[in-house]
């Protein structure tokens, strides 16, 4: 396999296999390796980033921790689709009656890119006067509102996002097409009243209990990529679940 580039340094401080990650992420990002493809073997890209076989498996462990790849006995290992099945529905912790996440429909009710404002400064770990794209989006189910979003996202990540053909797209999915990583995600909950706005996204009446969603996805790299605030009907026809 050439070398296009990648490769791990002896003179970082960062653990080698670590390093060996990265790599491994970077040419997933660039999209050098694609979605259901196997890579080379072990001792190849341990040949190939000059390291140990060791190292490597230690590398290729945590990517598939991390859901990059997708080790399959007998047959290799295999880059995972960020966009496909339970990959695309990681981030999302609310669970109908029989335990299945809702996936529902998505509906944009605005779009822009502006100015970074204090509390997506802290939510973000942004610098005043950068800029971020925000989008508030009506989540569906059985053709009824179930969750008002308000989105902010660092306009550095997602370049031209508010250009983009479908800005509807589940996170995930655009990440994968702006080439960005994702890791963890975390959120706190809150219960709350609706405001106007709220109440009439969510055709309710103003004041009506609802849950609060904050909650933050991080990048491969552990920087906020997406802030999110939800504001759920909780009437007995949703619940929450873990993130994964």
């Known amino acids: 396999m050439p070398d296009h580039g990648i490769s791990v340094s002896r003179f970082s401080t960062r653990p080698l296999y670590l390093q060996a990650r990265d790599a491994i992420a970077q040419r997933i990002a660039a999209g050098e390796w694609k979605p259901h493809v196997a890579i080379p073997n072990e001792n190849e890209l341990a040949r190939t980033f000059g390291v140990s076989p060791g190292t490597m498996r230690k590398a290729l462990d945590l990517a598939e921790a991390e859901r990059l790849l997708t080790r399959r006995q007998g047959r290799g290992t295999f880059v995972n689709d960020p966009s496909s099945g339970e990959q695309r529905e990681r ?3 609310i669970r109908g009656r029989d335990g299945k996440r809702i996936c529902g429909d998505v509906e944009v009710l605005n779009l822009l890119e502006t100015t970074v404002n204090e509390r ?4 973000l770990r942004l610098r ?3 800029r971020v794209i925000r ?3 009506l989540r ?4 009824k509102p179930y969750m008002l979003e308000d989105v902010a996202m660092p306009a550095k990540l997602f370049p031209n996002l508010t250009t983009h053909q479908d800005a509807s797209q589940r996170f995930v999915v655009l990440a994968q097409q702006f080439g960005v990583l994702l890791g963890k995600g975390e959120e706190r909950l809150a219960i709350g009243a609706a405001a106007p706005d709220v109440a009439a996204a969510l055709q309710v009446e103003e004041g009506a209990t609802v ?3 904050d909650r933050v996805i991080y990048t491969l790299e552990g920087k906020p990529a997406e802030w999110r605030l939800g ?3 909780m009437e007995g026809r949703h619940y929450l679940a873990e993130l994964n």
């Open 211 to 213: 849950m609060r969603l």
């Open 120 to 123: 997506e400064c802290l939510r």
């Open 128 to 130: 005043l006067r950068e």
């Open 140 to 143: 569906l189910t059985d053709g």
């Open 91 to 93: 981030y999302n912790s």
């Open 135 to 137: 989008i508030r989006r």
């Open 231 to 233: 504001q759920c009907l």
